[in-house]
């Protein structure tokens, strides 16, 4: 065998061409290419196993996704529901507050005028009690007093 020339480039193109060289760079591409291709084969397993699990019938995504579109469905119908019940309430509430506003003002009137005439009354009683009773017996003080109470109620 014939050895290269002395020079940088010279060794390494006689390596890179050695036999030996060649060989190991082969097995090392086969390694790789056969590392490859189990991994290629895992992600091919797990694609499939991932798009049954996707698409069973019974458990899978799209399944799932029918099932909470149903439920979507009944919620939606529930709230609808449900709004329009309380916007009747609301309305309901709204009237009953409008009335008991009117029969809180009415009952205001009404103490308005029960303390007035009280107040009447009370004047009556006072002018009433308020003169001297006439009369040298007690029959005719309470004659004086009947008489002054029928004026008053007359």
Not at 88 to 97: D, E, G, I, S, V
Request: charged share 25%; with cysteine; glycine share 6%.
């Amino acid at each position: 065998m014939r050895l290269p020339p002395l020079t940088p480039w010279g060794w390494a193109r006689a390596l890179l061409t050695s036999r030996p060289f060649l060989m190991a760079a082969a097995f090392a591409l086969t390694l790789g290419l056969a590392t490859a291709l189990l991994h290629l084969g895992a992600a091919r397993a797990d694609r499939d196993r991932l798009t049954a699990a996707i698409a069973d019938p019974e458990r899978g995504y799209v399944r799932q996704v029918a099932d909470a579109n149903e439920r979507l469905g009944a919620c939606r119908s529930t709230v609808a529901s449900l709004n329009g019940a309380l916007e009747l309430q609301n309305r309901a509430f709204a009237a009953k507050a409008a009335e008991d506003a009117a029969k809180l003002d009415e009952t205001r009137r009404l103490l308005a005028e029960a303390r007035a005439a009280a107040g009447r009354a009370r004047a009556k009683a006072a002018a009433i009690l308020g003169r001297p009773l006439s009369g040298a017996t007690v029959c005719e003080r309470y004659e004086d007093v009947d008489r002054r109470l029928l004026e008053s109620l007359g």
